[in-house]
């Protein structure tokens, strides 16, 4: 089974944000093609979020944020704004209301850290 940036080489698409991702590593993960920006979980292998890159992308990147492993975000410049994408693997009903509870206090604190106050 080829590698999910292999797949996507035959679309248009310069980005994919990507879950349950298990690979080992953390940070920037460069190939050939594609960068990787990931974070996973070195305890259990499980959950982990990233986003893979054409290279020619990677010159807009100006910043990679993994908060934990179910959550990390990516900043893009842009021609008159800068993007901040979230990639988010949120718990799901079989998790416990405190593994829940602590999910949405990492999330909204790293959301608010970037929000733009007027």
């Given at each position: 089974m080829p590698e999910p940036a292999e797949q996507i080489s035959e679309t248009q698409l310069e980005m994919l944000t990507m879950q349950e991702i298990r690979w080992h590593g953390n940070g920037l993960i460069k190939k050939q093609h594609y960068s990787y920006y990931s974070r996973f979980?070195?305890?259990?292998?499980q959950a982990g979020t990233g986003f893979i890159l054409l290279n020619k992308m990677k010159n807009y990147v100006i910043g990679f944020e993994p908060c934990n492993e179910r959550l990390c975000k990516l900043r893009i410049k842009c021609k008159y704004n800068n993007i901040m994408l979230i990639n988010v693997y949120a718990a799901t009903e079989d998790h416990t209301e405190e593994t829940k509870e602590q999910f949405m206090?990492?999330?909204?604190?790293c959301w608010t850290k970037h929000q733009k106050v007027k």
């Open positions: 979980s070195s305890k259990t292998g206090i990492i999330y909204s604190t």
